[in-house]
């Protein structure tokens, strides 16, 4: 994105509930990795039961990033408190940022950047690590019930599985980037969730019934010490399963086509169509090697197409990083990835030679999709 | 995921103008409406926003809206603007609020140079040479036609949060009252008429502070004061779309009752709250279609019919949930083969296990099976 003027006002909007030291923390890496020339900071205290509120007072006067300050007398809960933050934001952007989220070093830019390029883009969502340094969540999925299943929970972060931006259908709004109008238009989150739990999959959703997806920023790492802003875990769980109640009865008719996949063996079939349910066409593109950007072969991958290179030869891993770096996905051995995601494909792109020689593979794996010879 | 837009190189441009840079509902009422129809219906038209100082003052209340600055006033600045627009709408009466008023808004930030602002405020007025000019309705007020920018479930869960906020009843609705400081002598009129029931009082930016904060002392316990402070535009639509009623001298907050089917009644002097029947909403809607149709003609090309925002969201549900009953049959599909495969092979392996073994162990497991059942 280009510096100077025509970049965005960000308003970072935070809501606290105590938790003083983590809310410090926060604060002090927000400011260290982030230009204030551009970003504004809205803070609600959500009447803190500690000294948050002092610590806020000092904070504020001498905060690198402008910074308001409102003190609720009472809790808000965090979709209220956010919708307060959002009400007395004055950017275009909005980032809701948990009080327990450490932004990395260059995070505002990429977070940005999908938004200003792309309207069918809702909200960008960062990778989350956790403290001991592994994956927290790339993404999260929504199974039928309304259950939510970090992908990626406990995965090393550094796996090239996670390391390419996609479409997802929801996640942890401990960092999310959205447009004030969006949010706005979308009547924020719903307050009827109360303190916490759910109002951000809720959100998700009404983008999604709006033709709005969401952006997994896989370059960003947040680090989420999860549930230090929260209290202790058995009243998470009584809130949270609540919450699930209210999230099913709202977007019934958005779970019907989902389905379970914690309860089941967990197969790569299953797995992959859950990550993917949310794009409509997958298209394999099966090749000797890597190619270049630019390739004809490989179609432009979008928030309603996933691409896959599946190639044999990992020769190229310049290549595969620039592509991934363009939101394809690229694994190894075509043969093992078409067997193993049964069902997955709705075209297959390959060598006449390969298609020849796989006719069996392709009618027993893959039998929906359509073949295209590769020129 | 690659970010491309397309290349828009000779996209032509309506400008929006008005003072959508203050915090009045009338302003941003009329240009979150003015937006939507206009946008509705000339998707080939790029639809920019003007006001004296627009985004370079941001204020909370227009953030999701980009405005851009007309000052500084400058020649070379209005030729520019008439080069790059077709037409313009004047967007409200920027005359109505008052040019003490308005410099005093403005006043005191920044970015505003005080001898821009008399200048900004006429060219906003009057655009002189930016093509075809227009003017949004005066009456019936657009407001009538909020329910298409804020749809009634959108409202009842910006009420939640309002509730949230103690600013809503947490069990059943409220009458909203709003009015601004020259009505004070019509309080006591008005505490007399409310009652018993629960009331809140919707703040305004500027000028409002005397008539909410002692209507709010008066009315007691039962009033909740939404101070325009901390509440968006949104909060106070679902407001009034939620509303008992609506009390106001506000033809903006009047519309939006009668866009919402509330009932609605103003304050006369000496103190009389005179209700009103909702006007007829079929024949005052065709009357703002017709008159956003003749603004959106200003700039050549085809005027579109607009679809109403349930049936974009309609097909666009239906596009998702196909793409979803797809992914989940080829799901459920390929649970189905994969059993049918493990079941063959399973079978398979206890044929062949049954053939590799000789005819006496065959003799030995059918005594056995016959000793188990005895």
């Not at chain 1, 796996?159 to 109008?181: H, L």
């Not at chain 1, 089941?264 to 270049?292: G, W």
Request: glycine share 6%; aromatic share 6%.
């Amino acid at each position: 994105m280009s510096a100077g003027r025509d970049r965005p006002l960000v308003s970072v909007c935070m809501v606290a509930h105590g938790a003083h030291d983590w809310v410090a923390r926060t604060l002090d890496a927000l400011t260290a990795h982030t230009d204030p020339a551009h970003c504004e900071l809205v803070v609600i205290d959500s009447a803190s039961p500690d000294d948050t509120a002092s610590l806020l007072r000092e904070y504020a006067p001498t905060s690198p990033i402008p910074m308001r300050v409102h003190y609720s007398e009472h809790n808000l809960g965090f979709a209220a408190g956010n919708n307060l933050a959002a009400n007395l934001a004055r950017g275009s952007m909005l980032c809701l940022l948990n009080t327990d989220a450490l932004v990395p070093a260059g995070w505002l830019d990429p977070m940005v950047a999908p938004l200003v390029a792309d309207d069918a883009i809702g909200a960008t969502v960062p990778l989350f690590v956790g403290l001991d340094g592994r994956l927290q969540e790339a993404g999260t999925n929504v199974e039928a019930d309304g259950r939510v299943e970090a992908f990626g929970i406990r995965a090393d972060p550094d796996d090239v599985e996670w390391s390419w931006p996609r479409r997802i259908a929801t996640g942890s709004a401990a960092c999310w980037m959205t447009r004030t109008a969006t949010f706005r238009a979308l009547g924020g989150f719903d307050a009827g969730y109360g303190l916490a739990y759910y109002e951000d999959v809720d959100l998700a959703f009404e983008m999604a019934r709006r033709g709005l997806r969401l952006e997994l920023v896989p370059s960003v790492r947040v680090v989420h010490a999860q549930g230090a802003s929260s209290p202790s875990n058995a009243a998470a769980e009584v809130r949270r399963d609540a919450n699930q109640a209210r999230f099913v009865a709202r977007q019934a008719a958005m779970l019907t086509h989902r389905w379970h996949t914690r309860d089941l063996p967990n197969e790569p079939h299953r797995s992959m169509a859950a990550r993917d349910v949310d794009v409509p066409t997958r298209v394999l593109v099966i090749v000797d090697e890597i190619p270049a950007l630019g390739d004809r072969r490989v179609p432009t991958p979008s928030a309603d197409t996933r691409v896959t290179i599946a190639s044999a030869n990992d020769a190229r891993p310049a290549a595969a990083q620039s592509w991934r770096a363009l939101g394809v996905e690229v694994v190894g051995d075509p043969v093992s990835t078409a067997r193993a995601r049964l069902f997955q494909y709705d075209e297959v792109v390959a060598p006449a030679v390969w298609l020849d020689a796989h006719t069996e593979l392709l009618a027993d794996a893959q039998p929906q999709a359509s073949l295209t010879v590769a020129v | 995921m690659t970010h491309v837009k397309t290349a828009e190189p000779t996209r032509r441009s309506l400008g929006l103008w008005g003072c959508f840079d203050v915090d009045t509902l009338d302003d941003q009422i009329r240009v979150r409406v003015g937006v939507h129809e206009l946008s509705a219906r000339r998707p080939d038209l790029a639809i920019r926003l003007f006001a004296p100082f627009g985004s370079s003052r941001p204020i909370a209340v227009a953030a999701d809206l980009a405005v851009e600055a007309i000052a500084p006033v400058t020649g070379a600045r209005v030729r520019a603007l008439a080069q790059e627009l077709d037409a313009v709408v004047i967007v409200g009466d920027p005359a109505q609020h008052g040019a003490d008023w308005l410099r005093t808004a403005y006043a005191g930030h920044p970015e505003v140079d005080p001898r821009d602002i008399d200048a900004a405020i006429a060219l906003c007025a009057a655009p002189g040479e930016c093509g075809p000019v227009g003017h949004d309705a005066v009456a019936p007020h657009p407001a009538l036609l909020a329910r298409r920018v804020w749809p009634f479930g959108v409202c009842e869960q910006r009420r939640e949060f309002l509730r949230a906020m103690h600013w809503w009843p947490q069990h059943g609705a409220a009458v909203v009252v709003s009015g601004h400081d020259g009505e004070c002598d019509r309080i006591d009129a008005l505490v007399a008429a409310l009652g018993d029931v629960d009331v809140t009082v919707l703040g305004a930016a500027h000028g409002d502070d005397v008539f909410s904060t002692r209507l709010t002392e008066r009315v007691g316990p039962r009033a909740r004061h939404m101070p325009a402070s901390l509440s968006s535009i949104d909060d106070r639509v679902a407001a009034v779309a939620g509303a008992h009623a609506v009390i106001s001298s506000d033809p903006c907050a009047l519309a939006l009752a009668d866009a919402f089917g509330r009932p609605r009644g103003a304050v006369h002097a000496p103190g009389s709250v005179v209700s009103s029947a909702p006007d007829e909403f079929g024949a005052d809607e065709a009357t703002l279609d017709a008159h956003y149709d003749s603004l959106a003609a200003l700039v050549p090309g085809d005027v579109v019919p607009a679809l109403a925002a349930p049936e974009v969201l309609a097909l666009r549900a239906a596009l998702d949930a196909r793409a979803l009953r797809t992914a989940h049959e080829r799901v459920v599909l390929a649970d189905y083969v994969r059993a049918v495969r493990n079941n063959t092979a399973a079978e398979l392996a206890a044929v062949r296990a049954e053939l590799a073994r000789t005819p006496v162990q065959r003799l030995r497991a059918i005594v056995r099976r016959g000793r188990r059942r005895q």
